[in-house]
């Protein structure tokens, strides 16, 4: 059970609705074609028409899509010219789209362990071809099981 300490322990004197973090996230990529999108930045993939077939959603629907990551910083536009064709445009990770990137394949592990016929890929090390698990640690680098989790509020200066 995760336990609430400190001030945010009082439930009823606390509201998270429009600071929690997680709502705020789920505001910027909470669509299925988003978090798919994102998927497919990982796996490197940059060009729309690849992007349009991977993800299996209409041109209009990516067109949206990568325009609102872009817009959110998660993914930058850099323009592109194949001999004899014009200019277009692909699309690349930012810096805080890799960041985003544990919270994708976090959905990924979940999926693989609780969903049925994920049992076919595997994140793998390619250091050394271990399997990779997402997982919470604190800032010392202790593992933090669900029932070591707390929360507390922090006030601005």
């Not at 994920?118 to 090390?125: A, F, S, Y």
Request: aromatic share 8%; glycine share 10%.
């Amino acid at each position: 059970m995760t336990m609430l300490e400190g001030p945010p322990a009082n439930r009823d004197g606390w509201s998270a609705v429009g600071e929690c973090p997680i709502e705020k996230t789920m505001a910027v990529v909470g669509t299925k074609s988003a978090m798919l999108i994102m998927r497919e930045a990982y796996y490197g993939t940059t060009r729309f028409d690849d992007f349009v077939r991977r993800v299996g959603i209409t041109k209009a629907a990516t067109s949206a899509r990568l325009a609102e990551l872009v817009a959110l910083g998660l993914l930058a536009r850099r323009p592109y010219r194949e001999p004899g064709q014009r200019s277009r445009d692909e699309y690349v990770l930012t810096d805080a789209g890799i960041d985003f990137m544990p919270v994708v394949f976090a959905m990924f592990q979940w999926g693989k362990r609780h969903l049925p016929g994920g049992d076919r890929l595997e994140l793998t090390h390619l250091g050394c071809a271990a399997d990779v698990q997402i997982e919470m640690r604190c800032t010392k680098g202790h593992s933090v099981s669900p029932d070591e989790l707390g929360m507390r509020l922090v006030k601005s200066p």
